[in-house]
């Protein structure tokens, strides 16, 4: 497996895709498209809306518009809560990129979103298309000077029949083409998601014949910009500082993406820290569909190179492994030298193809994180961890998420490993709330 997948993630075969791309997009020019899938009541999809006319001034390509309504339930194990936490999500995303949302975010009705949807599938044609998208979504969302009625007075709507055959066909196409979620950019074989992602695909588009010269790509790496890219600038220090509950996985590798960085941003203010492991969601009944494994790990790999982070020879620690990960864990906390082990296990699993079944290998890891390896053998087969597992769930729980890496700084709630500098905002901000 982890030659396998150091393979499948491998910069050189990437290169070789996109190479090939690039032959056929040259013979043909159709292919210099970006495929956008929107979903009018997703906030990432509003707000990468707001985005792309510029990214359209900036680059030579297509743009065409899919719109998809019901998404692949396998895909959003909790779309609930999701959509609860994209809410707020939104908000700081605005802020931090200047673009139109709601003061107090409402998640449009299924009823209106379907209408919405109506309205831009009958003008799907129309050569302003971008223009009447941004329109009606506005509207949709309070941030026009339109209402969404006058939209639907004014453009009138496809029959629901008619409007549904079209919505189903696109997300068909979504999942054809190896995706799950809205707020997606499809370019030669690779996705791109929301604003997040939209740096990898300027990267990608950065060069002649499709770069205009009017941009300045260090605007699509704002999102870029982060405390540990520069650890040893000199930063102001926060007058006061909350604990940090940091819910961390072992089969996560958004936590490994995000673990270190995690811990050098707390030392850096001081910020004490919780590690709160949990266990894998397919050991909790929830299954991750092929698709959604795929894309995690082609995305992480451009993450990890974006952070410097050595990724890509995985082997897989679900099984015992996981559980001898747990035991550690908990070993390792109670001589102060879990973040050392934490680090060690995911780097080993996630970027060394190490395999924690195996006990050789978990030697490895945990002796090098300053673990005895007599003393730590000892607790492989205490299972007290379940009890601090179930536990670190219900908190996961009580503060409105599912996934992981998340955390908690005061009353701010983040999600993923992306939002680290939300976190660093709160911190030098001294709100527990992010502001």
């Not at 971008?130 to 506005?138: F, I, P, Q, S």
């Not at 996630?350 to 007599?374: I, S």
């Amino acid at each position: 497996m982890p030659f396998v997948a150091k393979l499948a993630t491998s910069p050189k075969l990437r290169k070789f895709r996109r190479g090939w791309f690039e032959i056929k997009r040259r013979l043909m020019p159709s292919l210099n498209t970006v495929v956008f899938y929107h979903r009018v009541n997703d906030p990432y999809s509003y707000l990468l809306l707001q985005a792309l006319p510029r990214f359209l001034e900036d680059f030579r390509v297509n743009l065409q518009i899919r719109f998809v309504l019901d998404l692949p339930a396998d895909g959003v194990p909790q779309p609930q809560l999701l959509q609860r936490y994209a809410l707020e999500d939104g908000k700081r995303l605005a802020a931090l990129h200047e673009l139109v949302y709601p003061e107090h975010p409402e998640a449009p009705s299924r009823e209106d979103a379907f209408h919405a949807s109506a309205i831009l599938l009958k003008h799907q044609d129309r050569p302003k298309l971008l223009h009447l998208v941004t329109e009606v979504t506005g509207a949709l969302w309070g941030c026009s000077t339109t209402t969404f009625e006058s939209c639907l007075r004014r453009y009138g709507t496809l029959p629901d029949r008619e409007t549904q055959s079209l919505l189903d066909s696109a997300s068909a196409d979504l999942v054809s083409r190896g995706h799950y979620q809205s707020a997606m950019l499809y370019y030669g074989g690779e996705w791109y998601w929301g604003l997040d992602r939209l740096g990898h695909l300027a990267d990608r588009l950065n060069k002649p014949r499709l770069r205009r010269t009017s941009g300045d790509i260090a605007d699509y790496q704002r999102q870029y910009r982060h405390v540990l890219q520069s650890y040893s600038t000199l930063r102001p220090r926060p007058r006061q500082v909350h604990p940090l509950d940091f819910y961390f996985s072992f089969r996560s590798p958004y936590s490994y993406l995000a673990a270190d960085r995690v811990f050098k941003l707390a030392e850096l203010y001081k910020i004490p820290v919780t590690i709160k492991p949990v266990m894998p969601m397919v050991t909790r009944g929830i299954p991750l569909p092929k698709a959604k494994r795929g894309y995690i790990v082609k995305d992480a790999k451009r993450e990890a190179e974006k952070y410097n982070l050595p990724f890509g020879k995985i082997c897989d620690p679900l099984g015992d492994g996981i559980n001898h990960c747990m035991a550690l864990f908990l070993y390792a906390r109670s001589i102060g030298r879990e973040k050392e082990l934490v680090v060690s296990l995911a780097s080993g699993i996630w970027a060394e193809g190490l395999d924690v079944n195996r006990l050789p290998h978990l030697r490895r890891m945990a002796t090098r994180a300053g673990l005895d390896w007599d003393a730590a053998q000892a607790r492989l087969d205490d299972e007290s961890w379940r009890e601090l597992a179930q536990q670190n769930r219900e908190d996961l729980d009580a503060i409105g998420l599912w996934g992981v890496p998340a955390f908690r700084y005061g009353n701010l709630v983040l999600w993923g490993q992306d939002r680290l500098w939300a976190l660093e905002k709160a911190v030098l901000a001294g709100s527990p709330n992010g502001t």
